[in-house]
């Protein structure tokens, strides 16, 4: 790099959820003079084309709350009131509830609510070019230390795809499951594909959901109905891959008729509105989340199945943490890029994500099988936790992100 090669703070690749919200997360705690810089090829596009929604659970709404994102979202968001689970074949005439939760952490605070994702990016993009965020419409390409450096270079370089450079104290990977940034660190991951796919897309029904949320596991897996605003759910339906390419390459007509058959008739007449797509699923842990001057999170540094909708709602925990982490130390005149900063991080967020990804691949096991001694178990199991009020307050609270050494974003605390 030259003599004048410009400079950033902090530089994050990848503007998904978890890279937009640490930078606006930083920029609101430490103010304009800490400068930010977020790189993502896809923030040339104007409109984002996910198909998804996700489940936002209670601790990341107090976040998004806190940087002042929530407000402009909240008209957009579904709360999610109660819960029902069924475990039954797809022919069964009738699906035995096996398990309801009714969800508030707080009076009048939901456990979590249901947010279609292009809805949530489109308002973390507005605030932070509200808040003077440099966004850059290109791919990190690669990164270097200065030439001379010695064991501990104090900068890291950053290259990016359209011959840009910067060179700053820290650049985090967001830039999703498979982070480029997190293999040119040559950072590995360990885990597995589980051979299966999520079909999503979005149902229009007659009649009002009324806030509930179902997950029906049947044999193929789970399929799960989350409500959205208006007579209008989001499915996430889990098959073997090689099924969910043959039911999402079916015509209109054909992919209504399978859907139906799993969703029922409960909520009267149902239509397909918007796309379909098939997202793989696979269970992948980074080996370390932190490198020389750089830091992963989100889907860069984990994968989980998305049975229990807790995927981003891991990655918001890594920008709590990660953002607390600097905050505390750029205060203190502390180098944002260090050693400490970053194991302090690494500290906060392994252990967590190390068990989230086992609690939701054991389940997984546990429902996506066929066999009738297996589903006997599980049912006598959720018929368990349904008779012990206790038990279940408890899952309410970990599935709202309460459980743990919670950071302060996502009690709803400024940093
Ligand atoms: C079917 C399905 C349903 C889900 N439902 C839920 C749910 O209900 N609740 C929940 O909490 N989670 C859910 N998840 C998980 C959730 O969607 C992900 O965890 C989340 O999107 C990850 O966000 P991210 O910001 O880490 O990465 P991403 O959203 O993948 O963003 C990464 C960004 O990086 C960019 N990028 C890539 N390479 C580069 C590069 N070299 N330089 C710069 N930028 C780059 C990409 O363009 C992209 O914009 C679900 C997942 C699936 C598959």
Redesign the pocket.
Known sequence: MTEQTNTSDLVI???????LALAIALVEALGPQFKVTV????LGSAQSRDP??????AAARRMFETIGVWQAVEPQAQPMLDMVITDSKLDDAVRPTFLTFEGEVAPGEAFAHMIE?RHLVDALVAKAKELGIELRAT???SFAYPQGAHAAPSRIDVLFADGGELSTRLLVG????????RERAGIVTYGWSYRQS?I?CTVAHERPHNGRAEEHFLPGGPFAI?PLTGNRSSI?WTESTADAERYVALSDAGFHDELEKRFGLHLGEIEVVGPRRA?P?GLYTARTFIGERLAL????AH?IH?IA???????LRDVAALAEAVADAARLGLDVGGRPVLERYQRWRRFDTAMMGIATDSLNRLFSNRSDVLRLARDIGLGLVERMPPLKRMFIHEAAGFTGDVPKLLKGEAL
């Open positions: 690749g990848g503007a998904g959820f978890a890279g790189a993502d090829p896809a998804r929604a996700s489940a936002i659970a994702n791919a990190v390409s967001a830039d999703g499951a498979r982070s480029q940034i999520g999503v989350l996430v997202f699923l999170i989100g889907d860069a994968v998305p909708g807790q995927g981003l709602n891991m990655g």
